[in-house]
């Protein structure tokens, strides 16, 4: 499944807005740098719908505010 995300890396908070089923609004205390702020990313994605961090990747978006992500959800 492809989720959206729109991100604020370095963020004083950390919060996780789910917009609609796929659509989110994110907030990370992580820099965009060295890939930081996209870890995050999947780590919290990863939790929202409980699958490994591994079944979690990016499809695009790696340098911008606005991300799509492949979420491999087993039912």
């Given at each position: 499944m492809y989720v959206k995300v729109r991100v604020i890396p370095k963020a004083k908070k950390e919060t996780v807005s789910k917009?609609?089923?796929?659509?989110?609004?994110?907030?990370?205390?992580?820099?965009?740098?060295?890939?930081?702020?996209?870890?995050?990313?999947?780590?919290?994605?990863?939790?929202?719908?409980?699958?490994?961090?591994?079944?979690?990747?990016?499809?695009s978006g790696h340098h911008s505010g606005s991300k799509m992500f492949d979420v491999k959800v087993e039912i």
């Amino acid at each position: 499944m492809y989720v959206k995300v729109r991100v604020i890396p370095k963020a004083k908070k950390e919060t996780v807005s789910k917009i609609d089923d796929q659509i989110f609004e994110m907030t990370v205390k992580e820099p965009a740098e060295r890939n930081l702020a996209n870890n995050r990313i999947k780590e919290l994605l990863a939790k929202e719908y409980g699958v490994k961090i591994e079944s979690v990747r990016i499809i695009s978006g790696h340098h911008s505010g606005s991300k799509m992500f492949d979420v491999k959800v087993e039912i």
